[in-house]
Every structure is written in structure tokens, then in C-alpha cells.
């Protein structure tokens, strides 16, 4: 049973435009989300994060919104650039405890096109 | 900055052996993730530690064991290897407060294949 779902496996943008990758949750005990980037032959970059008590974080040209009742979150990217092509995933934790993990999407390509 | 080092960057092994996955970290870390990905699936965790000596299995232990005798380093082993265990294999670390969603930090991957 996925309980974090990235529903787009790819995602074709040109340069200068805003990317929005998608992510939906069903377990309502997550309460922390983080985006992670992925080049190919690479481990993981964290991205950007958001905690349940926001609904918007903002770092530089992205930008991740929380919506919790619908269960869902979003990662904007403005402007969309070349090297932002890459693998994101979305994660969740379910909880402050230190022994808690994170629970990954299965990921979206995205592609950025000059 | 956060250093996560792989031994391997590819590993090419047979079915049947007894092969071995290390992973250094830096950062005073107290926890450590042993995930693999493959297309398609994401990534899945395999094996989590959050001190020396313990381990807990993650959602698909079957076929691997993980040991962690000090606590920069978490070693990943698969008994006896199979050809469905061919996949990128990803070590991270954190911290073990999450306050603040203290975010892993990962390895470069260890592309293991198994002929």
C-alpha cells in the first residue's frame, strides 16, 4: 500500500517556466515532508522541507505548498532552468521521534528544456 | 559539510556469494538508513540504525543483514546474493533529533549488480 504517491512519472517544462511537481499522502500520522533532487549516479540532495503547522516554505526559486486536508503537497520551481533536470522525490516522516523514517514517492523525471 | 561515503561506486558479484556494503559518514550521526532503488519503485528502506549495535528492519529486510559495530559506520550484507538483488543500493545518516525535520543526507549509491 503506497502511502506516498508522485502520480507523474515525468514532467517536460521549458527553461524560464514554472515547474510544479505533485505529491499525495494517505497517512494522516505524517506530519513533516521533504523534497529530495536526484541526479543520475548520484545519491539524493535534500531540497526543501515543510512541517504540518504551514501551508508554504520558500526557499530561493522553490517553493513547497501543504495542503493537509486534501492530503496533498506541491514543489514549485520559478524559473524552471536546465539543471534542475532531474529525479524529485517527495518523502514523509510521521513524527518528531528520532526513530521515525521517511516514507518516499517513487519519484518524477523532470525535464527542462532551453 | 555532511560526507556520506560508499565503499563501491559498482560491485559486480555472483549469485550465491556473501557480499558485503559499507558506509562511512562524518557527521557524528546517530542514525543510518540502508535503501535500495529501482525503477519505477523509488526508494525503499532496507535496514535502519539508531545507535551502535542496534538495528530495525524496514519495509523489505528479507535477504539482507545489517551490522553496525561503531557508529560512523553501517555495513550491509546480503547472505547470499540473488539476481533480484541487483539494484542501486543508498546509505544515509542523520541526525537523531528530528526537530525541525532534520533531513538524511546520502551516499553516493553503490551500483551492485548480481550475474
Not at chain 1, 517553493?63 to 520551481?77: E, P, R
Request: hydrophobic share 30%; aromatic share 12%.
Amino acid at each position: 500500500d503506497q502511502q506516498v504517491k508522485q502520480n507523474s512519472p515525468s514532467l517536460s517544462v521549458q527553461e524560464g517556466r514554472i515547474s510544479i511537481l505533485n505529491c499525495d499522502y494517505t497517512n494522516s500520522m505524517f506530519d513533516y515532508f521533504l523534497w529530495y533532487k536526484k541526479y543520475p549516479a548520484e545519491g539524493p540532495t535534500f531540497l526543501i522541507s515543510i512541517g504540518s503547522i504551514k501551508d508554504k516554505n520558500e526557499d530561493g526559486r522553490f517553493t513547497v505548498f501543504l495542503n493537509k486536508s486534501a492530503k496533498h503537497l506541491s514543489l514549485h520551481i520559478v524559473p524552471s532552468q536546465p539543471g534542475d533536470s532531474a529525479v524529485y522525490f517527495c518523502a514523509a516522516s510521521d513524527g518528531d521521534s528520532g526513530y521515525s523514517t521517511l516514507t518516499f514517492g517513487k519519484g518524477t523525471m523532470l525535464l527542462v528544456s532551453p | 559539510d555532511v560526507k556520506v561515503t560508499q565503499s563501491s561506486r559498482y560491485l559486480v558479484k555472483r549469485t550465491g556469494e556473501k557480499v558485503f556494503l559499507e558506509c562511512v559518514q562524518d557527521m557524528d550521526h546517530e542514525n543510518m538508513f540502508w535503501y535500495r532503488q529501482d525503477p519505477g519503485l523509488g526508494l525503499r528502506l532496507i535496514y535502519f540504525s539508531y545507535d551502535v549495535k542496534m538495528k530495525e528492519k524496514g519495509d523489505i529486510p528479507e535477504g539482507y543483514s545489517v551490522s553496525r559495530e561503531k557508529k560512523e559506520r553501517f555495513s550491509l550484507i546480503l547472505e547470499s546474493a540473488s539476481t533480484n538483488q541487483t539494484s542501486m543500493y543508498l546509505c544515509a545518516s542523520s541526525f537523531v533529533e528530528q526537530v525541525g525535520g532534520q533531513p538524511q543526507h546520502f551516499g553516493d549509491g553503490t551500483r551492485l549488480s548480481i550475474l
